[in-house]
C-alpha cells in the first residue's frame, strides 16, 4: 500500500496509585510524555502526526488498551486533516478496549474534510461490564472562512460502542439533500457527538442525570447550532450538534464534559492545557 502507514499502540496499567502508559509506534504518529496534572490516577496523552494530515493510502491506527482501574485521557494539538486526494483512501482507525473498573476520555480536536477528499474516521470502543467512558467526534466540512468550501469528495464516518450503539454514514459533499436539506445538515458544515458510555446498564437515576446536565447546556446554546441529547441504550447517552462553525460546537461539548465530570464522576473540570495553546 502506498501512503504514509503509522501505527501506535498505548497500553496502560496500574502501578500503586498511579496510571502508567507504555507505547509502541511505527511510522509518523507519536505520543509526548504522559501528563498528571490531576494527580497519579489520571494519565493524560497527547498524540501528535507531524505530517499533519492524511492523503489517499495514508493510514494513521491507533490501538489503545486500558488495564483495570486505569484513567486515560487522550487528545491531540491540533486538527486532523483530510486532504484532497487524487486516488486511494486516507484512513484514521481508533480500536480501545476499556478494563474493569478503568475510564477512557477520548477528547481529540476536530477532523476537518478538504474540498476533494477522500476518508475514513473509524472509532470502536470495546467496554468490560464495570468500564466508563466520554470520546467525542468532532467534524468539519471545508473551511467557510477560509473560503474553502467542501464541494466534492466523501468522508465515511463510523463511531461504535461494541455490541451496544453504532453511528455509521457517508458524507458526500455532492449530495444537495444531505448537505443543505432540513432533514440532512441544513448547511450547517460542523457536526459533533459526544458519548457517555459504560459496560453495563446505567442505573436510571445516572442517565438521567447525565440527560439533564447536557439539557441545561443545550438550552443556553449560541444561536445558530442546533444540538439534541439521548439515552439510545440503557448504556449509553448520545448528545449530537450542528453548528455552521466548528468553534460553537467545540464549546458546548467542552461545557457538557465538564458537567458529566462533575456530575457522574465526581471529578474536577479542568481541561488540558493543550487545549488553549
Known amino acids: 500500500m502506498s501512503g504514509w502507514q503509522a501505527h501506535l499502540k498505548l497500553d496502560y496499567a496500574r502501578a500503586a496509585e498511579r496510571t502508567v502508559a507504555k507505547f509502541e509506534h511505527e511510522g509518523p504518529l507519536r505520543v509526548l510524555q504522559s501528563l498528571y496534572p490531576e494527580g497519579d490516577a489520571v494519565c493524560h496523552n497527547v498524540l501528535v502526526h507531524p505530517p499533519s494530515g492524511l492523503v489517499g493510502g495514508d493510514l494513521l ?12 485521557l487522550l487528545t491531540t494539538p491540533g486538527a486532523t486533516r483530510f486532504y484532497r486526494s487524487e486516488q486511494g483512501l486516507a484512513t484514521q482507525q481508533v480500536k480501545a478496549h476499556v478494563g474493569e473498573g478503568a475510564r477512557l476520555e477520548w477528547l481529540p480536536l476536530e477532523i476537518i474534510a478538504y474540498n476533494g477528499c477522500h476518508g475514513l474516521n473509524h472509532a470502536v470502543f470495546d467496554l468490560a461490564p464495570s468500564a466508563e467512558m466520554m470520546a467525542w467526534d468532532i467534524t468539519a466540512l471545508g473551511l467557510p472562512n477560509a473560503n474553502l468550501p467542501f464541494e466534492r469528495g466523501h468522508l465515511q464516518q463510523h463511531m461504535e460502542v461494541s455490541g451496544v450503539w453504532l453511528e455509521r454514514g457517508l458524507l458526500d459533499a455532492q449530495d444537495a439533500r444531505l ?99
Open 61 to 72: 491506527d491507533i490501538r489503545l488498551n486500558l488495564g483495570a482501574n486505569t484513567h486515560a
Open 179 to 277: 448537505m443543505d436539506g432540513p432533514l440532512g445538515l441544513a448547511k450547517h458544515r460542523c457536526m459533533a457527538t459526544l458519548v457517555f458510555a459504560c459496560g453495563a446498564d446505567l442505573p436510571r437515576e445516572r442517565r438521567d442525570l447525565a440527560l439533564a446536565l447536557a439539557r441545561e447546556l443545550t438550552e443556553v446554546a449560541p444561536a445558530g447550532l442546533v444540538a439534541g441529547v439521548t439515552s439510545p441504550h440503557p448504556r449509553v447517552v448520545v448528545l449530537r450538534t450542528l453548528s455552521p462553525l466548528v468553534e460553537p460546537a467545540q464549546t458546548l461539548l467542552r461545557a457538557i464534559w465538564a458537567a458529566w465530570r462533575r456530575g457522574l464522576w465526581a471529578m474536577g473540570d479542568k481541561p488540558p492545557r493543550i487545549w488553549a495553546m
